[in-house]
């Protein structure tokens, strides 16, 4: 499996890197060879190349920082998803995916705008903050998702959430959904990070990027893990929560 990790330098909040760390490791654990590329500001690289693209998130002044570089890189992605490389983005990189994002400053910054959504600005100093868990249905495999937000950014008009918010904010305050998943991307508000307190979605994002280069692939092929540390972590969060 063949990973791309977007701007690594400068999008990594909340330990976002853990997703890669995962990744590999869940990989490796099977004998699927893993690699693990970066691509910062201004570096030459055919995303198409790739199994999985990933993008974490960032402070507003990061995502102003990387943004005329990712969107001289619209083509390429476009090619990228269109031959069936997966895309995981956490919030900040996840907002970059839609039609706009408009920072704490009311600097409006233009996304790809590969999707309807956008993301508003909140009220002055108003920010998502705490522990989420939410209901995902990923193409039939229901898991329950667990995570930590930490957003000003308001996104709205989302087509096709990626689960319904159980605890916490999601997508906006009061959204009642979190995320986006359309089958090409998954996008989510969710560090923590993301992926070692949800095994199920590792795997998941783990099948999606093999069936690039091999369409019959499927989540039951891989074999299961033993996952006791990760259902552990999961189940404080619960308990904490008292769901
Ligand atoms: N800067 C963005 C916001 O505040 C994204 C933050 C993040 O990636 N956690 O909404």
Redesign the pocket.
Known sequence: MKVVWMYHDI?D??GDKGNMMVLKKRCLDRGIPFELDTCGIGEEKDLSEYDLIFL?????K??ISLIPDLLSRKENIKKAIDEKTFVLL??????LFGQY?I??NNEKISGLQFYDYY?D?GKAGS?CIGNVVIDANLDGLKTRIVGF?????QTLNVTHPLGKVVKGCGNSFNAGYEGFYDGKILGT?L?GPLLPKNPEVADFVISKALQKRNPNFKYSDLKPLEDKFEKMAREAVFKKLEI
Request: glycine share 24%.
């Open positions: 999008m909040l909340y974490g998130g960032g402070a507003d990061e995502q956490i919030c900040g990189g996840y907002q994002y920072a704490a993301t600005t920010r937000e930490n957003h000003g950014g508000y560090h």
